[in-house]
């Protein structure tokens, strides 16, 4: 079956890095795209940052952008979500998502997410 | 980016009834290519989203028949024939028809009586 398992979440101070992993079982990795969508404590559902099957093309939430960076290695079935110069308001679980989709965005599982607290 | 919003942001059902979501986007979520990206998620407490439809009408595997989907344009509705305790949490509306710029709905809250 479909298994998403992130990792590497944790409490930092404002302005450090994180590394956050996805690993990937139950399916062939490298055939689909794969998201990563965040949530603040008690709210709402947020995309961050999606990738290609192929990595070829990623896009990025405008909040993110030029701090975040996402990959991916096939050759171990993972995603993963490079957070520099972190802020207090990056503070949320983040999840990872498989999107099936061809022509739009199909996230069709989700891992159970890892949370990012950002605080002095 | 396009905005969705629902109506109720909460409910509380007795067991046995029947429930009603709507959401509502910004604009039309009809894609150039006639299909209209639209979904509906549940958050069970301590879980991560599920998938419940997809494409307007859809339902995901083992999603039990009581729950169905409607719509068209930038009105959707779903709706839960007869809600059980096991259908808590909170259900998001979606859209990527905007793709890759996916959005989410605020959120309803559904409890039970």
């Known amino acids: 079956q479909v298994q998403l398992v992130e990792s590497g979440g944790g409490v930092v101070q404002p302005g450090r890095s994180l590394r956050l992993s996805c690993t990937a079982s139950?399916?062939?990795?490298?055939?689909?795209?794969m998201y990563w969508v965040r949530q603040a404590p008690g709210k709402g559902l947020e995309w961050v940052a999606v990738?290609?099957?192929?990595?070829?093309?990623?896009y990025y939430v405008d909040s993110v952008k030029g701090r975040f960076t996402i990959s991916r290695d096939d050759s171990k079935n993972t995603l993963y979500l490079q957070m520099d110069s972190l802020r207090v308001e990056d503070t949320a679980f983040y999840y990872c998502?498989?999107?099936?989709?061809?022509?739009?965005?199909?996230?069709?599982?989700w891992g159970q997410g890892t949370l990012v607290s950002v605080s002095s | 980016d396009i905005v969705m919003t629902q109506t109720p942001l909460s409910l509380s059902v007795t067991p046995g009834q029947p429930a009603s979501i709507s959401c509502k986007s910004s604009q039309s979520l009809l894609h150039s290519d006639g299909k209209t990206y639209f979904y509906w998620y549940l958050q069970k407490p301590g879980q991560p989203p599920q998938l419940l439809i997809y494409e307007v009408s859809n339902r995901f595997s083992g999603v039990p028949d009581r729950f169905s989907g409607s719509g068209s344009g930038t009105d959707f509705t779903l709706k839960i024939s007869r809600v059980e305790a096991e259908d808590v949490g909170i259900y998001y509306c979606?859209?990527?028809?905007?793709?890759?710029?996916?959005?989410f709905g605020p959120g309803t809250k559904v409890d039970i009586k």
């Open positions: 139950g399916f062939t990795f490298s055939s689909y795209g």
């Open positions: 998502a498989r999107d099936v989709g061809v022509v739009a965005a199909h996230l069709d599982y």
């Open positions: 990738i290609w099957y192929d990595g070829s093309i990623k």
């Open positions: 979606m859209q990527s028809t905007q793709f890759p710029r996916i959005t």
